[in-house]
């Protein structure tokens, strides 16, 4: 999982424009859905790989387990700063054990897509 996120944070893996530079292979830059094929893309957005619904199945899990702090929808910048992340709610800082929590479910999920 670590290197996956070192990839996310420096822009490492081979999807959308790395395809772009390889003669025959320009079409592999586009997702099946039409969008470029970028990793924000293909981790929170393409409605082909159900990406959508198992965040959804996160968040119920996340509600079924802590009523005491919102669901935060992972987006690109949380999923690369995943290691740092420190849930608030009305400026009360999340105790660590859930926030290692949400970390955990974060990055289960993540790496499921």
Request: aromatic share 12%; net charge positive; hydrophobic share 40%.
């Amino acid at each position: 999982m670590k290197d996956f996120i070192w990839k996310l944070i420096h822009n490492y893996h081979k999807v959308g424009n790395w395809f772009k530079r390889i003669p025959n292979w320009q079409d592999k830059a586009i997702c099946e859905c039409g969008e470029v094929e970028i990793m924000d893309h293909i981790l929170t957005e393409c409605r082909l790989n159900k990406s959508k619904d198992i965040w959804q199945e996160a968040e119920k899990i996340w509600k079924e387990n802590n009523k005491n702090f919102k669901w935060t929808k992972p987006d690109a910048n949380i999923l690369r700063e995943l290691g740092a992340v420190k849930l608030k709610e009305r400026d009360k800082i999340a105790p660590n054990w859930i926030n290692e929590r949400y970390i955990e479910i974060v990055a289960e999920t993540t790496w499921m897509i």
